[in-house]
């Protein structure tokens, strides 16, 4: 968990706990109305919160744990789906050099929820 770390707010995939336990050390130590913050930390805690209310949601499992997947990075991350639950093997050449990812890709996302963090668009199921 992220805790004392700081967020990325670029990352390719990110946890919805992550983004709770930040808030919430962040909180910890800024005290009431959250004073003791310099001004980087009551930014980051301004963001977080609205990436909390946006995936709250969008993100039915977000206090459990929702995955958010960059849209620069979720054409990697359909290949990467399609491995793990064995649809492709990923050991073959022909068909799979074959296949469109991008319109794989395409397809995925109309099951999945989307949010803007800093300017990228993020999906979650």
């Known amino acids: 968990m992220l805790g004392n770390k700081e967020f990325d707010f670029n990352a390719e995939v990110f946890d919805s706990r ?10 910890s130590i800024g005290g009431d109305a959250l004073m003791d913050l310099d001004a980087d930390e009551r930014d980051e805690w301004t963001k977080l919160k609205a990436i909390a209310d ?7 499992d977000w206090e459990y744990g929702e995955t958010f997947i960059a849209e620069w ?6 290949q990467e789906l399609a491995e ?8 073959a050449g022909w068909p799979l050099t074959c296949i469109n990812w991008e319109r794989a890709a395409r397809e995925l996302k109309y099951d999945y929820n989307s949010i ?3 300017g990228t668009t993020y999906y979650c199921r």
């Not at 992550?18 to 909180?27: A, S």
């Not at 990075?73 to 359909?78: E, G, L, P, Q």
Request: no cysteine; net charge negative.
């Open 73 to 78: 990075h979720f054409v990697d991350y359909a």
């Open 54 to 60: 946006e995936g709250e949601s969008a993100a039915e």
């Open 116 to 118: 803007e963090v800093n």
């Open 18 to 27: 992550d983004v709770i336990d930040r808030i919430e050390y962040l909180e």
């Open 84 to 91: 793990d639950i064995g649809a492709i093997d990923p050991n």
